[in-house]
């Protein structure tokens, strides 16, 4: 079972910035498929960046491409989404979303599709004034 932590979100200015973290339990699956979903009132929820933690292979929406930047650090078992630029448009509830990979590959491109995601953290609030 993989248990996710979101931390990061706030308020801020348009134009400003902010670094989410998902932090996931320890000794869990190697090799997973991490992504950022967001979901404002009244919408469906989107997927707007993953990363693949074994390997190789980062994908974003094209709504946050230049804006935001999905990382990953193994020893912490952390992802992070550094969001920059940020619009009122932005304003969401957060979350990060996990699903562990069996198989090894050097590169994979995580999907951003909620169906592809079996585990998800509670959410971090982003609100961009």
């Known amino acids: 079972h993989v248990q996710l932590v979101e931390s990061g979100g706030g308020s801020v200015q348009a134009g400003g910035s902010l670094r989410l973290s998902c932090t996931r339990s320890?000794?869990?699956?190697?090799?997973?498929?991490v992504a950022w979903f967001r979901q404002a009132p009244g919408k469906k929820r989107e997927g707007v960046a993953s990363?693949?933690?074994?390997?190789?292979?980062?994908v974003y929406a094209d709504s946050v491409k230049g804006r935001f930047t999905i990382s990953n650090i193994v020893a912490n078992d952390t992802a992070y989404l550094e969001m920059t630029n940020l619009n009122p448009g932005d304003t969401a509830m957060f979350y990060c979303?996990?699903?562990?990979?069996?198989?090894?590959?050097?590169?994979?491109?995580?999907?951003?599709?909620?169906?592809?995601?079996?585990?998800w953290g509670q959410g971090t609030q982003v609100t961009v004034s």
């Open positions: 979303a996990a699903e562990p990979r069996r198989q090894y590959s050097e590169s994979v491109q995580c999907g951003l599709l909620e169906s592809d995601y079996n585990y």
């Open positions: 320890k000794y869990v699956y190697r090799r997973m498929c």
């Open positions: 990363i693949y933690t074994g390997g190789r292979g980062i």
